[in-house]
Each structure stands twice: as C-alpha cells, then as structure tokens.
C-alpha cells in the first residue's frame, strides 16, 4: 500500500490546518490507520489512530482535544484535521497504514512520505 500526505503548511498559532492521506489500494480499509509526527532531534511520536471502520479513535494527550482523525474508505483517504495548532505542533506528519500499539508503542507496518506542518507563534 502506497500512502500520499498533504495538506501541510506553514501557519500561525491558533490556526487550524488538515491533513489528508490517500492510500493506493482499496486494501485501505482493512487497516487501522495512524497520523505521527517528528521534529528535528526528537523520536517520531504518535499523534493519532482510527479503526478500520472509523468506530474507534485514539490520540496522544498532546492533541486531544484539538485534533480529529477521520477516514472515507470509498475514497480510500484519512484525515487529520488539526484545531488551535501551537509550536509544539511543529514538524514532519506521516500517515501510516495498519498500525498497532505495541509494547514498545504505537507503530505502523506501511508509511507514506511526510507533509511539512509549522505553526508559528
């Protein structure tokens, strides 16, 4: 499964921004999808995750609250839409595909290239 973000940019805190992955294979759907983030220095963290069919929703404590991730599995996208973005916010945002929690965290089997989010204060 091929995965495609975009929907970065640059924006000031306060403002809000959304993400979108389309995926290459109808096989999307089977799979729990997932949003991380990495900043220069810094591990890649998870940020969010949906269920195959959209009934679950998880979220790092950073985001919740102000982030929603969504899927459309007709059209084989994800979303990550994004509210009230601070600095901290800022860096590289992957989509992933079948992602898992594991013991070591959450983690993904198929990624896409990341799209650029910075939030300027």
């Known amino acids: 499964v091929q995965l495609q973000a975009s929907g970065g940019g640059l924006v000031q805190a306060g403002a809000s921004l959304k993400l979108s992955c389309a995926a290459s294979e109808r096989t999307f759907s089977n799979y729990m999808m997932g949003w991380f983030r990495q900043t220069p220095g810094k591990d890649r963290e998870f940020v969010a995750a949906?269920?195959?069919?959209?009934?679950?929703?998880y979220y790092a404590d950073s985001v919740k609250g102000r982030f929603t991730v969504s899927r459309d599995n007709a059209e084989n996208t994800a979303f990550l839409q994004m509210n009230g973005l601070e600095p901290e916010d800022t860096g590289v945002y992957y989509c992933a595909g079948d992602v898992n929690k594991l013991a070591g965290g959450w983690s993904g089997q198929y990624w896409g290239q990341g799209t650029q989010v910075t939030v300027s204060s």
């Open positions: 949906i269920s195959w069919n959209g009934g679950r929703t």
